[in-house]
């Protein structure tokens, strides 16, 4: 999807102009992947614009930097108050937020520790990953020939700049294929997630989601789907799935920021159908939240 161009993004603790936040050629995380990151949204309401759950976010961000035992020069305090003044910089509503944590320019090679580590948060307008239609009506996915790398293979805790390029080869072999999205299976075949979401199977009005074991990143969004469930009486399960637990699902749907709540109507060529009414209640009820019109979860909700 294209960017939007905005005025300025905020880079080691300053607001520079958009054509100005540079790296260099050699800068370490270009060649190995060496960074962290975040996707996070703030959503303009009657009450004014607020980010969502941008306190968590930054904690995932620092905790991405841990595991790849990369020092943070700055607080999360210090990078929420970013976050914040770097909307207000670009006069924004409404917008995506990244934030990245990386390691710069001045070491080469694979150990990777005397590296300097840079911190950025751009802003910018942009519209539903997977567009307003699949929201209402759902996409067609497909299982994806590559699988989810296991822990020892790279932490899938982690929300990494290098580990998505598995994510992008599954993804264009699905676009390819004619599909809007895959759906990768971890090392031992069993469900994992999407290319940049997590996955949510309903069956007899229950809810199922594969747990962290089945190499998923812990999402924000399916945190907040927990909590819908939680508050609303759905039952929600965290079990391993096999592919055939779609093939035969009530409903199915994928959680993501970029995303949001996108049902899938169709995997493999197997027909799930319409959105049916677990998923459109937590949608009606996701939106509530982010329109700030559900004050039982207030707390989701950072104000600028």
Known sequence: MPITEVEKIWMNGELVDWADARVHLLTHALHYGSGVFEGVRAYGTGRGTHVFRLQDHIARLMRSAKIYMMDVPFS???????????????????????????????EMGLFPLKAP??????????????????????????????????????????????????????????????????????????????????????????????????DVLEGITADTVAAICRNEDIPLERRVMVRSDLYVADEAFLTGTAAEIVPLREVDDRVIGEPGPVTKQIQETFYSIIKGENDKYGDFLEWI
């Open 76 to 106: 999360p305090e210090q990078l929420i108050q970013a976050t914040k003044d770097v909307i207000k910089a670009n006069g924004l509503e409404s917008c995506y937020i990244r934030p990245i944590v990386y390691r710069g320019y001045g």
């Open 117 to 214: 580590v840079d911190v950025a948060i751009a802003v910018w307008p942009w519209g539903t990953y997977l567009g307003d239609e699949g929201i209402e009506h759902g996409i067609r996915a497909k299982i994806s020939s590559f699988r989810r790398f296991g822990p020892n293979s790279m932490p899938p805790a982690a929300k990494a700049t290098g580990q998505y390029i598995n994510s992008s080869l599954a993804k264009v072999e699905a676009v390819k294929a004619g599909y809007e999205e895959a759906i990768l299976l971890d090392d031992q075949g069993n469900l994992s997630e999407g290319t940049g979401e997590n996955l949510f199977v309903v069956r007899a009005g229950v809810v199922a989601t594969p747990p962290a074991p089945c």
